[in-house]
């Protein structure tokens, strides 16, 4: 919630560990493509559930062209279900493989609003320019028309019948405006289309 000093303070630690993940990327250089159609899918269909607030006014997806580990500090929140649901459990096996390593992605999401992929430089100078960070974004934001932040992916894990999956999503859109979450999705009736927000992340 806005405007609450603990949902602040754990933004402004949420953001630092964020900084801190960024800034370790190249050396953690992309190994190569992401070519999983069905990642792309899952994607997908959570940015066009909307799950994040500071973003559901935009006309303009900015999202970024490589995948990104969760930080240490999201990555130490339990997932709950993976205790009871054997698939979920596969996936988070999963996932934590998947994310060992860094991919580039590609041009093969399927949204109902534009989108645009970042390369690594116009992502990286926004993380880059501590001074002033928010004058770096509306620079970004000025050439991008519409849009109100970034998106950075986590590789997905799968569970074994690839019908569940585990994936983290960042949404920075400035120095004190981030959203974070870990999500499961489902495949029903051959579509990724049941998004749950499993609440390992933050937002105020």
Known sequence: MRGCPTSMLFRVFLIASVLASQTSLPDQLPIGGYVDDESYAIYSAILNQDP???DRASKRILISGE????????AACPTRLAKYDPAVRQAVEAYGRANQSTYLL?????????????????????????????????QLYALNPGARGIYSFSAVGFNLERTVAIVHVLFYCDWLCVESNRFVVRKIGGKWQSVED???GGVS
């Open 198 to 200: 499993l609440g390992c």
């Open 106 to 138: 590609e041009s093969h999401f399927t949204l109902r609003k534009a989108y645009k992929l970042l390369d690594d430089s116009a992502w990286g100078v926004v993380f880059e320019n501590k001074k002033d960070p928010s004058a770096v974004l509306k």
């Open 52 to 54: 994040f607030v500071d």
């Open 67 to 74: 995948t990104t580990p969760e930080s240490d500090l999201e």
